[in-house]
């Protein structure tokens, strides 16, 4: 049975907020447009005596934020026009004057006061008594005749009654027209209902998080550190293990694509799926017919693209679990590799194929085609500016082409260090501490940094002679690790700065696949045929 909620509570459970934070013109705004008024005092009872002991000074500023009946409003302004220094704090404009309760009762006791002159000016500048003068005529000339006046009259001003009782009768009035609500009603709402995401595991305690985009904070590690000790291990099923996983750019997300056709999205800090996702929490999954082997993120992690076994590629809104875009045929072959353009319209795929293809996504058709490497596409990448395409194969080459025309602009072969022949290139990363160059992966027990044009910059290498070639690489945000993992299940850690080796640490027992890091943290993932992905700090 769901909940009910009035939308004027909503609306008053703002202005509480506006008014706690001395957004006193926003708080009018709202008031005005919404015709909603909070209505709220601290303490009733508190409000009651300062009415009945006549503190004025104290009642006319929290009634100038009250949204009250045109008859008490006048009673109150009629009552207190005796006194004319809170007349003239009227005057000033210090609030709305026609906002503040009962001014009949204001009027009065000014004039008994003998501050004849304020009285009367309240009398001709307030709306209030404007309206008094057109809708009340005969009202309005008694309280004008009495300012006139050079005595005071209490038996006929107050008639029958007294100034005490006439306040004691505003007060009780009034107190018919406020409430009393708890503070800060806007955070503790707030507040519970992270709580109790936290009860249901669907926010990891002690996490900072950000209200605005409804994720938690991510953090940002300052230094860039390699990694070296185990934070935790996710396991799959017995008959399953992840072939690809990626994070999202904002940090949020580790997604894994399973050899089972499943597509998982987990939080990477308690180790366990997401279940603020609903379809999640509802066991309902993004998934391929066979096995996926490639996915990417849009820049914005709104959208996800996977490619599996069978060549589909398939578009997914990632909150939503929602299939946005299929295409059955993208490949002939197994997908190896998948990425957005820059503008977030087109997908590039790279397959088992041959082939490098450009898809889009409005039309759900393929738009280019790549040719020329004479086996597997390993990898397939936009340089960050979108103007170009690079892709490797185990053809042991590397492209680089044109990403509107299509044209192959240079080829060329990284170094063979390998005894075996020609080493397949596995993978490619523009490196981020220039555009221009980029770190190409073959398999062998050398990583280089090169140019776009094939001329090596810097290598690295292992030392391992026999049983140590590399899978599988990444570079850290800034650039200064790369990290490689080998076929000995070992992930070595490369320093930009030195070129030196600074780390080998074991991975995996067996069947080692590959790799990814965080985008803001000292946090790589690697993953295994063995059926887990281990998530690694510094």
């Known amino acids: 049975m769901s909940l009910e909620i009035e939308a004027t509570d909503v609306i008053k459970i703002i202005l509480q907020f506006c008014k706690e934070n001395a957004l006193l013109d926003s708080l009018q705004a709202i008031q005005n447009e919404c015709q909603v008024s909070l209505n709220t005092v601290d303490s009733i009872e508190t409000f009651v005596s300062e009415i009945n002991n ?41 609030m709305h004057i026609e906002h503040i309760l009962h ?50 009259d209490t038996k006929e001003v107050w008639a029958g009654t007294s100034k005490e009782k006439r306040r004691a009768q505003i007060a009780h009035f009034l107190s018919q027209e406020v409430s009393t609500v708890p503070p800060q009603r806007l955070m503790a709402l707030i507040g519970q209902a992270l709580k109790w995401q936290q009860h249901q595991g669907l926010l990891p305690p002690g996490t900072a998080f950000d209200l605005f ?10 230094v860039e550190r390699y990694p ?146 004479t086996s597997y596409v390993n990898d397939a990448i936009y340089s960050p500016d979108g103007s170009q395409i690079v892709s490797t194969s185990s053809d042991a080459s590397v492209r680089v082409w044109d990403s509107k025309t299509c044209d192959c602009l240079t080829s060329f072969r990284p170094p063979q260090t390998s005894t075996s022949g020609e ?33 090596v910059v810097k290598s690295f290498q292992s030392g391992k002679r026999e049983g140590g070639d590399f899978l599988a690489c990444w570079v850290s945000p800034r650039g200064e690790w790369i990290y490689c993992l080998g076929e000995d299940s070992i992930l070595y850690s490369f320093s930009t ?3 030196k080796l600074e780390n080998l640490m074991q991975v995996a027992d067996k069947g080692p696949i590959g790799l990814c890091q965080h985008p803001h943290r000292n946090l790589v993932a690697t993953y295994a045929d063995e059926g887990s992905l281990k998530l690694w700090k510094a």
């Not at 009250?66 to 006048?74: A, I, M, S, T, V």
């Not at 985009?213 to 300052?222: F, I, L, N, P, V």
């Not at 398939?314 to 299939?323: A, D, E, M, N």
Request: glycine share 8%; proline share 3%.
């Open 497 to 499: 700065a030195t070129g």
């Open 213 to 222: 985009r409804g994720t938690a904070q991510g953090t940002r590690d300052e």
């Open 423 to 455: 080493a397949s290139v596995n993978a490619v990363h523009f490196y981020p501490q220039n555009p221009d160059q980029i770190i190409v992966c073959n398999r062998s027990s050398t990583v280089f940094i090169m140019t776009l044009h094939g001329h």
């Open 54 to 94: 006549g503190r004025w000074d104290q009642v006319l500023p929290v009634v100038s934020r009250l949204k009250l009946p045109h008859g008490k409003l006048e009673s109150l302004y009629e009552l207190v026009s005796q006194c004319a220094w809170h007349a003239s704090l009227l005057c000033r404009g210090n």
């Open 103 to 152: 001014l009949h009762q204001v009027v009065l006791e000014m004039v008994e006061l003998r501050e004849v002159d304020t009285a009367r000016a309240v009398l001709r500048q307030t709306p209030v008594f404007n309206r008094m003068k057109q809708e009340e005529p005969d009202r309005f000339l008694k309280l004008e005749h009495l300012c006139g006046r050079t005595y005071f």
């Open 228 to 373: 070296s000790q185990l934070d935790r291990t996710i396991k799959f099923g017995k008959k399953s293990h992840p072939e690809c996983a990626v994070f999202s750019p904002d940090g949020q997300m580790l997604v894994t694509g399973s050899a089972d056709g499943f597509i998982e999205v987990w939080d990477f800090i308690t180790g366990k799926l997401k279940k603020d996702l609903q379809y999640q929490a509802d066991e309902q999954f993004m998934m391929h017919d066979e096995a996926v082997l490639a996915l990417s993120f849009s820049k914005d992690s709104e959208l996800l693209v996977s490619g599996s076994q069978d060549g589909k590629i398939k578009v997914w809104k990632v909150r939503t679990g929602q299939c946005l875009r299929k295409y059955e045929r993208a490949h002939t072959q197994g997908v190896t590799a998948v990425g957005f353009s820059k503008d977030g319209t087109h997908v590039l795929s790279s397959s088992y194929d041959g082939l490098v293809r450009v898809h889009g996504i409005k039309s759900g058709k393929m738009l280019k085609e790549l040719r020329g490497h």
